[in-house]
């Protein structure tokens, strides 16, 4: 989201960017960054491919945040011996995964999707790489994209939560659409009634309720009237 269309007073903020504002200040501590991962984490990933353990993901500076530039060596750092392994085993979708996987917890996206888009053509099917795809579609920016890519998922599995959990967050999120996220949501739960992160999942749905008479392009009211 960049601002070079930022209004210029107060006075001329559609609902749509007061919603939006609201939005991040509400869900920045409760679902910031933490969109739940549909496949197995890179550590466990690892071991399935039979690779070596790779460097930790640390940088120079301690302390401060990496740029993209060092986050995209990182991950380049880390994934090279796998991708050299994928050389002489270019079908093998694990090694694809656990690639994807660490390119899209550097935050290098479009590399991410690259590498899951190739485990995808080798098993269409896996949902929980799908997940990740979409997942990554939506951190690229690429709400409508990775909105196909959640519901092409649920094709191959209809009640899997993780994959349920991020739909309704980018629903929220993507196209503020309260109604749909919401009932993605109890979805999930009515189809996963163990769910462990089930209070996250009343949260969130207690916060978006909170934003449902929000009209799209009318004049903004304070969100909490």
Not at 16 to 42: D, E, F, K, N
Not at 99 to 110: C, K, L, M, R
Not at 161 to 180: A, C, S
Request: net charge neutral; charged share 20%; aromatic share 8%.
């Amino acid at each position: 989201m960049t601002d070079t269309k930022r209004a210029t007073s107060i006075d001329q903020w559609t609902s749509v960017q007061a919603y939006t504002l609201a939005v991040v200040c509400l869900v920045v501590g409760i679902v910031g960054g933490w969109l739940i991962r549909g496949s197995q984490s890179p550590a466990a990933a690892a071991t399935d491919t039979g690779s070596t353990s790779a460097p930790a993901l640390t940088h120079a500076n301690a302390g401060q945040a990496p740029t993209p530039a060092q986050m995209q060596q990182m991950a380049d750092t880390q994934a090279g011996p796998l991708i050299e392994k994928l050389k002489s085993d270019p079908n093998n979708t694990a090694l694809l995964e656990n690639i994807g996987n660490i390119y899209y917890d550097t935050q290098s996206f479009a590399t991410a999707i690259e590498y899951y888009q190739r485990a995808l053509k080798l098993e269409p099917a896996n949902a929980a790489v799908r997940t990740d795809l979409a997942t990554a579609y939506w951190y690229a920016g690429n709400v409508d994209t990775a909105i196909a890519e959640f519901q092409k998922s649920l094709s191959y599995e209809p009640n899997k939560p993780n994959t349920l959990f991020n739909l309704g967050i980018v629903e929220w999120q993507g196209k503020m659409d309260i109604d749909k996220a919401v009932a993605t949501w109890q979805k999930l739960l009515d189809t996963n009634p163990n769910y462990e992160n089930k209070d996250k999942v009343l949260e969130l749905m207690a916060q978006a309720k909170k934003h449902a008479g929000v009209k799209l392009g009318t004049a903004a009211k304070p969100l909490s009237q």
